[in-house]
């Protein structure tokens, strides 16, 4: 289905914000059927009235909150898909909203490309998670056993994840808006910094932590 033909609702207490998003989707991701909602109430009369395919929901705003939403609208519609988009980096609230039935989970400080295709990611059927809360997750799961990973920054890791899920530098490009040049450099910045000589190196390491997938 095209962009144009989905309904997406914004769900935020901060007028100005949901503008801000609201133009983004219209002006880069192509979604003409955008609507919003200031709260929790709104945004369930929103879903009553005409159900929309995925609601990008905050997660601080006035009773109930977001995760309360999350809830509520997947106990009666559970095809619809939620996106949770906040300020909180927390590995716990983030858990949270995954169990709660959410798809994805980004974080306001992601660039407006991340929230783009974690959009694209979650319509699809996948689960999305913004880099720096991936990267927490996995070091907590780690936990003495790093091995250099806390030396990543969040591009890093994001870039570290897609190679190891086996895509090239160009297709990495594409998809974080870069050259296939610098996604090569980057490449080789972690390299450096997790202190292995080669790729087969590298992938051992992403094995050991769990890293097979895509946790971007």
């Excluded at 709260?39 to 395919?53: F, G, I, R, V």
């Excluded at 996995?138 to 990973?149: E, K, Q, V």
């Amino acid at each position: 289905m095209n962009n144009a033909d989905l309904s997406i609702l914004l769900v935020d207490d901060h007028a100005v914000v949901r503008a801000g998003y609201r133009h983004l989707l219209e002006t880069q991701g192509g979604f003409k059927q955008v609507r919003e909602a200031e709260n929790a109430q709104e945004a369930y009369a929103a879903c009553q009235k005409d159900l929309p395919a995925l609601v990008i929901c905050d997660i601080s705003m006035p009773e109930p909150v977001g995760l309360n939403l999350v809830q509520r609208v997947l106990g009666r519609w559970p095809e619809v898909k939620f996106l949770m988009f906040t300020m909180h980096n927390s590995i716990e609230l983030a858990r949270a909203c995954m169990d709660a039935g959410a798809k994805g989970y980004v974080t306001k400080s992601s660039r407006p490309e991340v929230l783009l295709r974690a959009i694209g990611e979650v319509l699809a059927g996948r689960t999305f998670m913004s880099a720096d809360l991936s990267r927490l997750m996995a070091l907590s799961r780690l936990r003495d056993n790093r091995g250099g990973l806390d030396e990543l920054s969040s591009r890093e890791f994001e870039v570290l994840c897609l190679l190891v899920a086996g895509q090239s530098a160009e297709q990495i490009g594409e998809l974080l808006f870069l050259s296939a040049k610098t996604i090569h450099n980057i490449h080789y910045q972690i390299k450096k910094k997790l202190q292995v000589s080669s790729d087969i190196e590298l992938t051992k390491l992403a094995i050991a932590w769990g890293l097979t997938t895509p946790l971007v």
